[in-house]
Structures are given as C-alpha cells and as structure tokens.
C-alpha cells in the first residue's frame, strides 16, 4: 500500500512570473532523505494565492 503527502510552497506573482517562498528542489531533496518518492508539481497559477503543491509517495511499512 502507498501513501501520498502533499507540501504546499506558496507563491507571489512578480513581473517575470512568480517567486516561490520555498524552493522547491530543497523540499524534494528533504523529502527523500525521509524515504518519499517525488511524484508530480501541481501548478496554481490562477489561484487567489498561487502556490505550487509538491506531491509524493512511500511504501507504507506493514
């Protein structure tokens, strides 16, 4: 069986595009010292507080 956990980085709309409060490739390094697999980045650009959602999966020990 799997489990799933999801960081949430928020973001600010600057003129080039945004800039994330977190970066985002520390948090996936932090991650997988702790045994979670990086899966997917989910992009909410047009939320009212964009922010980037980091997704990522373990095995979960029986």
Not at 17 to 27: E, L, P
Not at 45 to 50: G, L, M, R
Request: net charge negative.
């Amino acid at each position: 069986m799997q489990e799933y956990e999801f960081v949430r980085i928020p973001a600010a709309r600057i003129r080039t595009g945004f800039r994330y409060d977190d970066d985002y490739r520390d948090v996936i390094r932090a991650r997988a010292t702790d045994g979670w697999e990086f899966v997917q980045a989910l992009h909410f650009e047009s939320d009212v507080h964009p922010h980037l959602d980091l997704v990522f999966t373990r095995k979960v020990a029986k």
